[in-house]
């Protein structure tokens, strides 16, 4: 079986290698197709890979191309983990929101819509190829925003596509690590959209052990819930995704951006040309150890500062850039995205039914959304396909902030497909963190402007 990663030249690809190696005998892996439009990176992080899989004694031929036809051909399971325009049009994307006094962050609010423009026609156009070259092969979507970027590609007709995020089974993790068992042990019911979701029960051998979890200040601190505070947690009486951060501290997440000497953006360009300087002067095939070894220090150093103004553990920039990150990757990090998909990959291959929450067309599980909707939703997953769960009805504020932000993205999807100002003008003075006619005109414009010569002309 052949497995393809597009946007392998990326620096998280290394992490998906070692992830999907793990568990290539289960899934009957042979091949792992690394493709990337950019060759020089793709050289180096393939080499990467290659060192990691030696290290690992596997027998997965693991082969690097810039041809995305030669990269579907023959593939059954495709990521897709791109950033069209490069780091530098992340920059881009939260500098322009933080002039105008809104949140610059890449996925939520302004920056995610910028991130759109350029990831729905990108995206489309590789769903084409799917469509033509292997058809009847799975897509999984890690492309941001990973739920509206899912929501273009089911709009346009590519029912074989699943949003996957690690985030949303971020409850399912911290609930098996804290109570010491699997996580296929652990049955969440997680609702709401990607970035934006919530989780209201957790059942372990029948018990929904949720309610005495999150009236636990221990597990509050010792889990993703520390971003926020106790009372918070409390008052909604449900497991919060961390991003919904941005959305019930608003004004603290712009100032405490602003207030960085550098964006997360910025910060992430320093560090990756960094790595690449030091890869291409090791020479990786020369001495794949020490490589190996400046690349997961590099990773511990990007993760420590994650979110790091929400995080009261968490070192700021000057003093993560001042601090030794070579140590090991610690065993409980879990997955990530790939940890998501090879999920799904079981379920298929080993024919071991799966409870995942997934990026998948609603249809009819939360009451309040159409059903053509992209959700994040608990799904059961098994040789039949990927099933969203019921959920029916949801508290009426987090309906309708599923429902603002759920307006917002169909407004996105119309406008990517029709290039107008109009519609995309409209798409911003819909999201809760913009609303504002004057700014999202303001906003528009400079992101078409900023972003020209990879989406084009707009009407």
């Not at 799975?138 to 590609?153: E, H, K, R, S």
């Not at 804290?178 to 372990?204: C, F, I, K, M, P």
């Not at 929400?310 to 990757?329: C, F, G, K, N």
């Not at 906003?443 to 078409?448: A, C, D, G, H």
């Amino acid at each position: 079986m052949k497995l393809t990663l597009i946007g392998g030249g990326g620096v998280r690809a290394p992490l998906f290698v070692t992830s999907v190696l793990r568990r290539a005998e289960r899934i009957h892996l042979d091949e792992l197709c690394l493709m990337d439009i950019d060759e020089a990176k793709l050289a180096i992080i393939g080499e990467i890979c290659r060192a990691a899989a030696r290290a690992a004694g596997s027998a997965v031929a693991i082969t690097t191309t810039t041809d995305p036809r030669a990269a579907i051909q023959d593939a059954r399971y495709i990521v897709t983990s791109i950033r069209a325009g490069g780091d530098r049009g992340r920059v881009l994307d939260e500098r322009i929101a933080l002039r105008h006094g809104v949140l610059g962050q890449e996925t939520t609010g302004p920056g995610g819509f910028a991130m759109a423009l350029r990831s729905i026609p990108a995206l489309l156009g590789y769903a084409d190829l799917i469509a033509q070259i292997s058809p009847g092969a799975w897509m999984f979507n890690f492309t941001n925003p990973a739920g509206l970027v899912t929501q273009a590609l089911h709009d346009a007709g590519f029912s074989h596509t699943v949003g996957i995020c690690d985030g949303a089974n971020q409850a399912q993790h911290a609930v098996a690590r804290w109570l010491g068992v699997n996580a296929r042990d652990v049955q969440t019911e997680v609702y709401g959209l990607n970035h934006l979701s919530w989780a209201r029960r957790a059942w372990v051998d029948g018990k929904d052990v949720l309610p005495d979890l999150l009236a636990d200040p221990a597990f509050l601190s010792a889990s993703d819930l520390r971003v926020f505070e106790p009372d918070l947690v409390r008052l909604m009486g449900v497991w919060l995704n961390e991003y919904l951060f941005y959305y019930y501290y608003a004004e603290q997440a712009v100032a405490a951006i602003t207030g960085d000497g550098r964006t997360r953006g910025e910060e992430i360009v320093d560090l990756n040309e960094g790595l690449f300087r030091t890869l291409r002067a090791i020479d990786v095939r020369a001495d794949p150890a020490e490589a190996l070894r400046k690349y997961y220090a590099y990773n511990n150093r990007r993760g420590a500062t994650y979110m790091h103004y929400a995080r009261p553990d968490a070192p700021d920039m000057a003093e993560a850039d001042h601090t030794s990150y070579e140590a090991p990757p610690s065993a409980d990090e879990g997955e990530g995205y790939a940890g998501v998909a090879l999920d799904i990959i079981e379920a298929f291959e080993a024919q071991e039914p799966l409870s995942i929450a997934l990026n998948v067309p609603n249809e009819g599980a939360i009451a309040c959304m159409r059903p053509g909707d992209v959700v994040e939703v608990s799904c059961r997953v098994d040789r039949d396909g990927i099933h969203a769960q019921p959920i029916g009805d949801i508290p009426e504020s987090q309906a309708l902030l599923m429902q603002n932000v759920k307006h917002y993205e169909r407004l996105t999807v119309e406008a990517v497909r029709t290039r107008s100002k109009d519609v995309a003008v409209q798409a911003l003075m819909a999201h809760p963190l913009v609303m504002s006619y004057s700014r999202a005109r303001a906003l528009v414009n400079e992101y078409l402007e900023a972003h020209a010569p990879f989406i084009g002309e707009w009407h």
